[in-house]
């Protein structure tokens, strides 16, 4: 029988390892939505009333489950892919050994693109989509730096719309290489 | 046992960065504060629901997407604002925005005003969203930590909107002599509605209590704003008397009707429904 120190780092990886539906090269944890995952010992429920008495039993892989609680935050107020983001981290958490999994979202402190990890930006230039160009909370919104062509990497590039395929992205051109692409806003 | 969470730091400099993660999600409003989230979650919720109006019919196919974007997050807002209203009025989200009646509704008479024209639509984004962003900045600092929690998630998203009507406004109005004339039209059409969203009466009791923002306080630097933009824009600032606005109070407009109809006929005809 797995440990249940082992199995509940094994859903924390598995939480964290869940991607966004939309940018599916990006988990939640590169995104910088998941803000946190505790893995405690479940409550006892019914069957395991005998084994509390002993005392010992759940600690050596007895009855009792594993309970995790996962805490999101939405990137923009509106955006539809939480509700599939919460199905998705339910089953994360149970396919590595939850028995009980409580998924909150909490709206504060609200989410920016500052939390994005360096990796994910990473991934979002290979993926096509070009990452923030700036930090959000040294100015105001729009003073980005110059964005870069994911494609050809030319920083000659221009916004053609300011709102894009999501409510995080704007769509931009590349004048060199005339591709157009994705831009994640800073926010 | 294991947590992860602790790498993600918050930026002080970031509005609502010293309001506790999880402290605000299941508090529960008294009476007044939830009709005073309900005011303001039905602005956003109506708002949301003229401007989904134009899905797949904006002028051009990035305005389209751009408008539903905004609409999209004023739905956003609406949602977090009425769950709060919910909670101390003993409703769900769902109740209060399908199983009203239009006198129940708080919303006021701007955000009920037809889409009309581009010229006209602009022009009600853009008054729109300048008073959220005053009024939401306002709401930073409101002695209820969950309004200034969603004002801090919102406030960002606005500052988007009056960004993207400003630079509309300007386009309309300093371009040809029939997008001028059409904007300013539009400005005319949505300013006897204005003067409505700076009333203080319903809600004086939580402006003294420093939950509300007082709505009159934000008058002076809503029109030094607009009058800066309009003046860029080649504009003038409308001079046409209010229209009496009662949306506070639940009075409306027939518009209102119109718009709930199409809002909830879904939901009281399947009720529970679920998709």
Redesign the interface.
């Known amino acids: 029988m797995t440990e249940p120190?082992e199995t509940?780092?094994a859903i924390?990886r598995s939480v964290?390892s869940v991607c966004d539906p939309e940018i599916p090269v990006l988990t939640i944890?590169d995104l910088?939505i998941?803000?946190?995952?505790?893995?405690?010992?479940a409550a006892e429920a019914d069957e395991t009333a005998e084994g509390k008495e002993t005392g010992e039993g759940k600690e050596t892989g007895g009855t009792a489950g594993l309970r995790a609680h996962v805490?999101i935050t939405?990137t923009?107020?509106?955006?539809?892919a939480m509700e599939t983001i919460r199905v998705d981290v339910q089953r994360a958490a149970r396919a590595a050994g939850a028995t009980e999994v409580d998924v909150?979202?909490?709206?504060?402190?609200?989410?920016?693109t500052?939390?994005m990890s360096d990796e994910g930006k990473a991934k979002l230039d290979a993926y096509g989509i070009a990452p923030p160009t700036g930090?959000?909370?040294?100015g105001?919104?729009?003073l980005s730096m110059a964005v870069k062509c994911p494609l050809c990497h030319s920083l000659n590039t221009t916004e053609?719309?300011?709102?894009?395929?999501t409510?995080c992205k704007a769509?931009y051109r590349c004048s060199d290489c005339l591709e157009p692409f994705d831009y994640f806003k800073v926010? | 046992?294991?947590?992860?969470?602790?790498e993600?730091e918050?930026?002080p400099?970031?509005?609502?960065?010293g309001?506790?993660?999880?402290a605000?999600?299941t508090s529960v409003p008294s009476e007044d504060v939830a009709r005073y989230a309900l005011m303001l979650g039905d602005d956003a919720l109506i708002t949301a629901q003229r401007l989904g109006e134009l899905v797949a019919k904006g002028p051009e196919l990035?305005e389209d997407?751009?408008l539903t974007?905004?609409a999209?997050?004023?739905?956003?807002?609406a949602?977090?604002f009425l769950q709060y209203a919910g909670r101390g009025l003993d409703k769900t989200e769902d109740e209060l925005a399908y199983f009203r009646d239009e006198a129940e509704f708080r919303s006021c008479a701007l955000v009920e005003q037809p889409n009309g024209d581009f010229g006209q639509t602009i022009a009600k984004v853009l008054l729109t969203s300048l008073y959220q962003q005053l009024l939401y900045r306002g709401l930073l600092d409101s002695s209820d930590e969950f309004l200034a929690?969603?004002a801090?998630?919102?406030i960002?998203?606005v500052?988007?909107h009056v960004?993207?009507a400003s630079?509309w406004t300007v386009r309309l109005g300093d371009g040809t002599e029939e997008s001028h004339r059409r904007m300013q039209a539009g400005l005319e059409m949505m300013w006897p509605y204005v003067d409505e969203l700076f009333n203080d009466s319903p809600c004086a009791d939580l402006i003294d209590s420093g939950v509300a923002v007082s709505p009159a306080s934000l008058r002076e630097e809503f029109d030094a704003r607009l009058a800066e933009i309009l003046q860029t824009a080649t504009l003038r600032v409308p001079e046409i008397p209010p229209a009496r606005g009662q949306g506070r109070f639940g009075l409306h407009s027939p518009h209102l009707g119109y718009i709930l109809a199409e809002m909830q006929v879904l939901a009281r005809q399947h009720p529970g429904a679920t998709w």
């Open positions: 120190a509940a780092e924390v964290r944890a910088g998941l803000r946190s995952v505790e893995v405690e010992a805490v939405p923009y107020s509106g955006c539809p909150e979202l909490v709206f504060s402190p609200a989410w920016t500052d939390w930090k959000a909370a040294a105001p919104i729009g053609l719309s300011r709102f894009g395929s409510a769509l926010h | 046992m294991p947590t992860v969470g602790d993600l918050v930026d400099l970031l509005p609502g960065a309001v506790p993660l999880t605000t999600i990035e997407i751009a974007n905004i999209l997050d004023q739905l956003g807002a949602r977090m929690a969603v801090a998630k919102s960002k998203e500052d988007y960004e993207h630079m």
